[in-house]
Nanobody, 124 residues
Framework: QVQLVESGGGLVQSGGSLRLSCAAS????????MGWFRQAPGKERAFVAG????????NYADSVKGRFTISKENGLNTVYLQMNTLKPEDTAVYYC?????????????????WGQGTQVTVSS
């Protein structure tokens, strides 16, 4: 059974930091591109950041560039999202996802496997 399990969410004040983790299990994700998405109440799920399996390519949504950093540790099958200078508008459920594409796609439909999500709340 394929599983992506996110952790690290929580409540933080504006300007603070959080580090999300996504642990993959149940199959090998060699060659898979990994992504982070978020969904705020009443809004569609939106791309945040992605990284290719080799780590050689990353992509970020404009709204998080310079504040968020995606990284991965292949030996642990784990992807991270370091979030700095958090803003109230970053409040959302954050999802980890895996795509069989070899590049970083921003569309939800490009990703096959999804985690259950972790809540991030940024207070003003």
């Amino acid at each position: 059974q394929v599983q992506l399990v996110e952790s690290g969410g929580g409540l933080v004040q504006s300007g603070g930091s959080l580090r999300l983790s996504c642990a993959a299990s149940g199959r090998t994700f060699n060659g898979y591109t990994m992504g982070w998405f978020r969904q705020a109440p009443g809004k569609e799920r939106a791309f945040v950041a992605g990284i290719t399996w080799s780590g050689g390519a990353t992509n970020y949504a404009d709204s998080v560039k310079g504040r968020f950093t995606i990284s991965k540790e292949n030996g642990l099958n784990t992807v991270y999202l370091q979030m700095n200078t958090l803003k109230p508008e970053d409040t959302a459920v954050y999802y980890c996802a895996a795509s069989a594409l070899s590049w970083v796609a921003a569309s939800v439909s490009a990703y096959t496997y999804w985690g259950q999500g972790t809540q991030v709340t940024v207070s003003s």
